[in-house]
């Protein structure tokens, strides 16, 4: 059965530095993968996918992923974070029928 | 263009009382999935309907809870005899097809909570 693993459940970072969140699959075959954001009260958003091809990926908002088959993550970047950054990210892998499954989330909170 | 559209974005009732949460996907998309939200849990997939085929039931936590998508575009999701652990938001997804290589675009869920 395919899972995903996000270990930080917290993390908090200074305005303007850097960023990574990590995530890690278990998927039997070549994974589509993706990343989500979600501020309260709201939906998710998605920020970038990975399908196949370049294995680092760019999305909305200035974030990047980048996928490594051989340590099975595809773990989610910024180089310079800004306040309105802070939400919970998760990512998620894409199984039969597309059905997503879900890592339990990172909650981002972003110091001034 | 109009993204996926939840109704009510809020639902408080009473434990036993039966609920039912509305999506209006994309226009034009044949995919749609409903999803749970809960503090316990994470994320969960509950169902999932793809054109005209049979959805797939494979997430449903109990025979309390049911779906339906009528005319391949607007989807229901019921919960009957509610009980406190059916306290979540429920998400629903629509997707262009099933194809793999889609997102899925959420709508932004109905927070249910049970008394």
């Known amino acids: 059965a395919q899972s995903v693993t996000q270990p930080d459940i917290h993390i908090t970072v200074s305005e303007g530095a850097s960023l990574e969140l990590r995530c890690n699959y278990s998927y039997g075959a070549t994974p589509y993968l993706f990343w989500y954001v979600q501020s309260p009260g709201q939906g998710l958003q998605l920020l970038l996918k990975?399908?196949?091809?370049?294995?680092l990926v760019q999305g909305i908002k200035g974030f990047e992923a980048e996928f490594k088959r051989s340590q099975s993550s595809f773990n989610l970047r910024k180089p310079s974070v800004h306040w309105s950054d802070a939400a919970e990210y998760f990512c998620a892998v894409g199984g039969a029928g597309n059905m997503l499954t879900f890592g339990g989330g990172t909650r981002l909170m972003v110091k001034p | 263009g109009a993204g996926v559209s939840q109704s009510p974005s809020n639902k408080v009732t009473e434990k036993g009382k039966d609920v039912e949460l509305r999506c209006d996907p994309i226009?034009?998309?044949?995919?749609l999935y409903w999803y749970r939200q809960s503090l316990g849990q994470g994320l969960e997939f509950l169902i999932y309907?793809?054109?005209?085929?049979?959805?797939?039931k494979s997430g449903l936590p109990s025979d309390r809870f049911s779906a339906e998508r009528t005319g391949g575009s607007v989807s229901t999701l019921t919960i009957q005899r509610t009980q406190q652990e059916d306290s979540a938001v429920y998400l629903c997804?629509?997707?262009?097809?099933?194809?793999?290589?889609?997102?899925?675009?959420f709508g932004d869920g109905t927070r249910l909570s049970i008394l």
């Open positions: 309907f793809q054109g005209n085929s049979a959805p797939d």
């Open positions: 997804a629509s997707m262009a097809d099933a194809v793999r290589n889609q997102p899925q675009h």
């Open positions: 226009s034009g998309h044949t995919a």
């Open positions: 990975y399908f196949s091809g370049d294995t």
